[in-house]
Nanobody, 124 residues
Framework: QVQLVESGGGLVQPGGSLRLSCAAS????????VGWFRQAPGKEREFVAA????????YYVDSVKGRFTISRDSAKNTAYLQMNSQGPGDTAVYYC?????????????????WGQGTQVTISS
């Protein structure tokens, strides 16, 4: 049974930082790219960042470039999203997803497995 479990969400003040983790089990993690998506209330789920199987290709939505960093540790079957300089626009439920595609993209349809999400709230 494949599971992706996100953790690390919470409440942080504007300008603060959080690191999200995505722990994978039940699949050959090194064969999957990983993406992070987020969904704010009343909005569609949007792409945030992705990392390829090897970790050599990284993708970001423009709004998080320079602030967020995606990474992975395949030995630990875990992917991460380091979020710095956060603002109210970053408030959302964050989801990780695994894609068998060689280069994971921005579309939700490219991902085979999804986690349940973790809430991130930016507020003073």
């Amino acid at each position: 049974q494949v599971q992706l479990v996100e953790s690390g969400g919470g409440l942080v003040q504007p300008g603060g930082s959080l690191r999200l983790s995505c722990a994978a089990s039940g699949l050959p993690f090194s064969n999957y790219g990983v993406g992070w998506f987020r969904q704010a209330p009343g909005k569609e789920r949007e792409f945030v960042a992705a990392i390829s199987r090897s970790g050599g290709n990284l993708y970001y939505v423009d709004s998080v470039k320079g602030r967020f960093t995606i990474s992975r540790d395949s030995a630990k079957n875990t992917a991460y999203l380091q979020m710095n300089s956060q603002g109210p626009g970053d408030t959302a439920v964050y989801y990780c997803a695994a894609s068998y595609s060689v280069l994971p993209g921005r579309g939700t349809h490219m991902y085979d497995y999804w986690g349940q999400g973790t809430q991130v709230t930016i507020s003073s």
